[in-house]
């Protein structure tokens, strides 16, 4: 028999991945679920990567990835966010943000160390502190405003085992960009009770009418606590890829290489000569992406909006939406699974991303407009039945 690790043991799939799977078994249907861009990235981006699998750059590369791709993302913070960090030791390229968040974790958590998590989060925080012998402490405030939190909450969370705090802006579901005064806040927090930033910011590069995002790395005296995690699955629509990156100070950066070696040795080279090209600056790879996100984002608003009892708000960011369902008195898993089954459409109950979001579902809109057509209409259908 068996007996595997308690880790391995109390680790679930999540609801995303369950609809996901339960979508399979439909033929004709419509799947809102996953955050996987269904655009190629540019040709270029791909060129590069078969261009070094042609030529045999297909190695190992040093732990921390290549010194010209890390020269590469430095040059590219410098340009684009104004942060200067030193590719040497301040840049480690990853296996996408997952493991970046995860090495993250796993250099700075002992056990029983606390890590605070403001709802609505990413799915696999969650976890993954808990597979680093850590404890979550999940913010979620079902009275307060149900796609957000407050920095107060934060701060009434702390106790002396807290160790860092992970923030996700822009947001993965809700699509909203943490505003300036609530970062402000919880960089002050941090720093009066001493405390890390992981910050998620693999959105930022999607961001619609000029709304306003601020790092919270770009304010005094965090970039010394703060541990800021990028990738380009999103931003280059590079999902399988698998390649991302992380900048922190130099400290972190250096138990992050250590334990690479033992958890993937390097990022896929072929992955990390494309981010090359991708983050190169010779070309503005991921223009275009913004405008089609931007399209399918306004017949979605407008299609939901149109439906009784549905209804949601024009996100700033991203490509997911969150719809209220709370006029039609279920809960979300509920309302995903009968959807599914009733029309074939798929949806990820809001549950997934904290109990304040249970009255919400969340839609992906990673696929192309018809079909966007096509699930408005059947989610039409599935209201107008109830
Ligand atoms: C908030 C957030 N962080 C990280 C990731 C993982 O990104 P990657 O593909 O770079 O591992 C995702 C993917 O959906 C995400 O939504």
């Given at each position: 028999?068996?007996?595997?690790?308690?880790?391995?043991?109390?680790?679930?799939?999540?609801?995303?991945?369950?609809?996901?799977?339960?979508?399979?078994?439909?033929?004709?249907?419509?799947?809102?679920?996953?955050?996987?861009?269904?655009?190629q990235p540019h040709q270029a981006i791909k060129d590069a990567?078969?261009?070094?699998?042609?030529?045999?750059?297909?190695?190992?590369?040093?732990?921390?990835?290549?010194?010209?791709?890390?020269?590469?993302?430095?040059?590219?913070?410098?340009?684009?966010?104004?942060?200067?960090?030193?590719p040497e030791n301040e840049i480690i390229a990853t296996v996408g943000a997952m493991e970046g968040l995860y090495l993250s974790l796993?250099?700075?958590?002992?056990?029983?160390?606390?890590?605070?998590?403001?709802?609505?989060?990413?799915?696999?925080?969650?976890?993954?502190?808990q597979m680093c012998h850590a404890t979550p402490i999940i913010i979620d405030n079902p009275e307060g405003d149900e796609l957000s939190f407050d920095p107060s909450d934060v701060e009434t969370a702390i106790t002396n085992k807290t160790k860092a705090i992970i923030i996700n802006t822009p947001?993965?579901?809700?699509?909203?960009i943490i505003p300036k005064h609530k970062i402000m806040a919880l960089a002050e927090l941090s720093k009066r009770h001493n405390l890390l930033v992981i910050s998620d910011e693999v959105y930022k590069c999607l961001i619609y009418d000029n709304a306003e995002f601020k790092s919270i790395v770009g304010i005094e005296?965090?970039?010394?606590?703060?541990?800021?995690?990028?990738?380009?699955?999103?931003?280059?629509?590079?999902?399988?890829?698998?390649?991302?990156?992380?900048?922190?100070?130099?400290?972190?950066?250096?138990?992050?290489?250590?334990?690479?070696?033992?958890?993937?040795?390097?990022?896929?080279?072929?992955?990390?000569?494309?981010?090359?090209?991708?983050?190169?600056?010779?070309?503005?790879?991921?223009?275009?992406?913004?405008?089609?996100?931007?399209?399918?984002?306004?017949?979605?608003?407008?299609?939901?909006?149109?439906?009784?009892?549905?209804?949601?708000?024009?996100?700033?960011?991203?490509?997911?939406?969150m719809v209220d369902i709370s006029k039609t008195g279920m809960k979300s898993e509920e309302f995903?699974?009968?959807?599914?089954?009733?029309?074939h459409v798929a949806v990820v109950p809001g549950i997934t991303y904290g109990k304040s979001c249970d009255n919400y579902v969340r839609i992906a809109f990673?696929?192309?407009?018809?079909?966007?057509?096509e699930g408005i209409k059947r989610i039409r259908l599935f209201i107008n039945q109830l």
């Open positions: 028999m068996i007996e595997l690790s308690h880790i391995a043991k109390s680790i679930k799939p999540s609801l995303t991945r369950h609809l996901f799977n339960l979508a399979k078994e439909y033929d004709d249907v419509v799947d809102f679920t996953l955050g996987d861009p269904d655009i990567g078969c261009l070094a699998i042609q030529e045999g750059r297909t190695r190992y590369s040093q732990n921390a990835g290549l010194l010209e791709l890390r020269q590469t993302i430095s040059r590219y913070y410098e340009r684009k966010e104004g942060f200067y960090y030193q796993l250099s700075i958590l002992n056990p029983g160390d606390e890590v605070v998590i403001p709802a609505p989060y990413y799915v696999n925080y969650v976890q993954m502190v947001s993965n579901p809700s699509g909203r005296g965090m970039r010394e606590r703060t541990i800021l995690v990028n990738s380009l699955s999103k931003e280059f629509c590079m999902t399988g890829w698998r390649i991302g990156y992380v900048l922190a100070p130099k400290e972190i950066i250096g138990a992050m290489t250590k334990l690479q070696e033992n958890v993937a040795a390097c990022a896929s080279l072929p992955s990390q000569y494309a981010a090359i090209e991708a983050l190169s600056g010779n070309n503005d790879y991921s223009a275009n992406m913004v405008n089609t996100f931007t399209k399918r984002r306004n017949i979605l608003v407008e299609g939901i909006n149109s439906i009784p009892r549905l209804s949601c708000k024009t996100p700033d960011s991203t490509f997911y939406l995903a699974i009968m959807l599914l089954k009733k029309v990673t696929i192309k407009e018809d079909k966007i057509y």
